[in-house]
T-cell receptor
Framework: DTEVTQTPKHLVMGMTNKKSLKCEQH?????MYWYKQKAKKPPELMFV???????INESVPSRFSPECPNSSLLNLHLHALQPEDSALYLC?????????????FGEGSWLTVV | SQQGEEDPQALSIQEGENATMNCSYK?????LQWYRQNSGRGLVHLIL?????REKHSGRLRVTLDTSKKSSSLLITASRAADTASYFC???????????FGSGTRLQVQP
């Protein structure tokens, strides 16, 4: 069983809505990630947080806004999304102990923008 | 794009047969990892091979790494219907703190 918990599992939102995806881990990991995955495609990195600070933003549109309130929580705030943003959003975490780290994924949140 | 390529894109075999998936990448790496994803689910880590290793085993899995060719392979022996999933290689290059995933292989094991 994954130790990275994502909520909600499914979200349907309109293009004018504001919603949030939430992610929680209790493994003491200090790095957390958001990935986006379209159908039959590999996950694509969106954001990386290290020690609660944003360290990588892969040129993601500002309608996606990440937040890391503490070392266990990671949010992704969504506003004014487009239908092409519909995808599986995966949260992940890893220890910050050098290069040889395994990344643990949650089950994902399925987002549909209508 | 730093994304690697995997082949085949799709593979269908009978239970009990072996399955081999290949992965190529573009950058210098610290390590290469393989992940499995059941349809519509999260990714599960299978195995990590360091850049100074050439082969690694874990149960029915065997991974090889050839850094001179920037390629890796995953062999699943004695496959089972439950092995049906998508398999992704992911490399962690020397400059980044995140994984970049290959295009993936969809494996179907027929009972």
């Amino acid at each position: 069983d994954t130790e990275v918990t994502q909520t909600p599992k499914h979200l349907v939102m309109g293009m004018t809505n504001k919603k949030s995806l939430k992610c929680e881990q209790h493994m003491g990991h200090r790095a957390m990630y958001w990935y986006k995955q379209k159908a039959k495609k590999p996950p694509e990195l969106m954001f990386v947080y290290s020690y609660e600070k944003l360290s990588i933003n892969e040129s993601v549109p500002s309608r996606f806004s990440p937040e890391c309130p503490n070392s266990s929580l990671l949010n992704l705030h969504l506003h004014a999304l487009q239908p092409e943003d519909s995808a599986l959003y995966l949260c992940a975490s890893s220890q910050e102990t050098g290069a040889m780290r395994t990344i643990y994924f949650g089950e994902g949140s399925w987002l549909t923008v209508v | 794009s730093q994304q690697g390529e995997e082949d085949p894109q799709a593979l269908s075999i009978q239970e009990g047969e072996n399955a081999t998936m290949n992965c190529s990448y573009k950058t210098s790496i610290n390590n290469l990892q393989w992940y499995r994803q059941n349809s519509g689910r999260g990714l599960v880590h299978l195995i990590l091979i360091r850049s100074n290793e050439r082969e690694k085993h874990s149960g029915r899995l065997r991974v090889t790494l050839d850094t001179s060719k920037k390629s890796s392979s995953l062999l699943i022996t004695a496959s089972r219907a439950a092995d049906t999933a998508s398999y992704f290689c992911a490399n962690q290059d020397t400059g980044r703190r995140a994984l970049t995933f290959g295009s993936g292989t969809r494996l179907q094991v027929q009972p």
